[in-house]
């Protein structure tokens, strides 16, 4: 009975939790050397509209760390540096189109504080803002084999919904192996992101040059605990 229990496939919460890297179109190896995607399969416990009091507690002391001088001086730590230069070297100026970190606390700054929201909300929030590495979320359903990296096709669109926008030839996409799912830094296609209910998503994160391979993971890490709950 116990050879065939190992036997059954795992799924849903008894799946492990396993960062994995993603693929890379080679042009954009060969032009972007150093950046690489992270993903992983986690489940999202049900908790309802509102997200558990843990990480509402976190994110009410995240606010209090995250004040004054530690927030003005964000820019000079390794991490979001790091992004910044990346962003300068794929043609956005991190001063107008600014880093997912440094977006974050600004949003704290005009808030007053970190504005809990839900379940998902939260954990992909409290991973940025203790790690300082973005990551996003997609409703593994609408997830079509691996996720990569490639430059958008020209007449592509972004995603697979009828309300699909166009894409321009040669933006930097995340895709899986039929579609591109979000821009690089950017949206998410309508329709593939995930929700905050019960069920499966894919975490995935970016990696670039000057981010250690440890910070992206954890942040994966922790984003996937705290959605798994128990709450």
Known sequence: MSAKRAATPATGADRPFEPQRGWCEDEVRAELPGLSLVHARATLASVGRS?????????????????????????????PAAYRVFFRHIGLDPDVAPTPIEEAMLGR???GGFISSNLLADALLIALVDTGVPVW????????????IR????GETLGRDRAAPALPGGRLVVADSSAALAVL???IAPGHAARAVTGEAILFSLQVPGVPSLHVEEALWMCGSMLKGPW
């Open 51 to 79: 997200s558990p009091p843990a990480l509402r507690r976190r994110l009410h002391e995240l606010s209090s760390r995250w004040a004054g001088p530690h927030a003005i001086n964000l820019r000079q730590r390794p991490v």
């Open 109 to 111: 700054m005009l808030q």
């Open 137 to 148: 979320a997609l409703a593994a359903a609408a997830v079509d084999g691996s996720l990569g």
């Open 151 to 154: 430059a958008s096709r020209a």
């Open 185 to 187: 830094f950017g949206e």
